[in-house]
């Protein structure tokens, strides 16, 4: 957890209470960790652990929420349940091997 409160920490300073990390519109760093909002919600779904929330991280819990909400977004980021499949297809074939 400590890393996602570096990243939180890091929120606050390049957003500067903006939406996004690099201010009003999703930038080059929004997508790029836009591209782990699926495999952040199959784990805290799958060890039932909430990372992002909003009272120990404010800023990223918003963020994901208008991230993922993005009309150029919200059809890209898989859907929860199928990463959760692929993880546990992942699982399987390592335990096999």
Not at 16 to 24: A, N, T
Not at 58 to 64: E, H, M, Y
């Amino acid at each position: 957890m400590e890393g996602i409160m570096l990243l939180e920490d890091a929120f606050a300073k390049c957003g500067k209470g903006k939406d996004y990390f690099g201010g009003d519109t999703i930038g080059y760093l929004d997508v790029i960790l836009g591209g782990f909002l699926g495999w952040l919600r199959a784990t805290e779904k799958m060890t039932n652990l909430k990372i992002l929330n909003a009272t120990k991280t404010p800023g990223l819990f918003g963020w994901a929420h208008r991230f993922g909400s993005n009309a150029a977004v919200k059809d890209v980021i898989p859907e929860t349940e199928k990463v959760v499949e692929l993880a546990k297809t992942f699982a399987a074939i390592a335990r096999a091997q």
